[in-house]
Nanobody
């Protein structure tokens, strides 16, 4: 029943910034962890960032650490990915994903198969 709509992608110059948004509907938003993944042409989908259900803890791939910031606004059922200092290698389709927590206290936040619902993807292109 979960539905996610991600948006905010576009074309930016190297060194520029974008803010991606993820709108959630369905069951209680605070019962889900949120992840961001990306997929470049010809590549596997890879983990970018994730945030705990209450926003207290965040997790990042080494390739984006220090440049990207994941956040969430549970009052408005929204999650975000602030992307700064963008590089051409960041070019990809970006997807937000939701993981139903329920009674599950142990899972791998960086693994695609752990997530239960996905947005449609938004294209990010970084020019050199």
């Amino acid at each position: 029943q979960e539905q996610l709509v991600d948006s905010g992608g576009g074309l930016v110059q190297s060194g520029g910034s974008l803010r991606l948004s993820c709108a959630f509907s369905g069951r209680t938003f605070s019962s889900y962890a949120i992840g961001w993944f990306r997929q470049a042409p010809g590549k596997e989908r890879e983990f970018v960032a994730a945030i705990r259900w209450d926003g207290i803890n965040t997790y990042y791939a080494d390739s984006v650490k220090g440049r990207f910031t994941i956040s969430r606004d549970n009052a408005n059922d929204m999650a975000y990915l602030q992307m700064n200092s963008l590089k051409p290698e960041d070019t990809a389709v970006y997807y937000c994903a939701a993981k139903w927590i329920g009674a599950d206290s142990s899972w791998s936040i960086s693994r695609e198969y752990e997530y239960d619902a996905w947005g449609q993807g938004t294209q990010v292109t970084v020019s050199s």
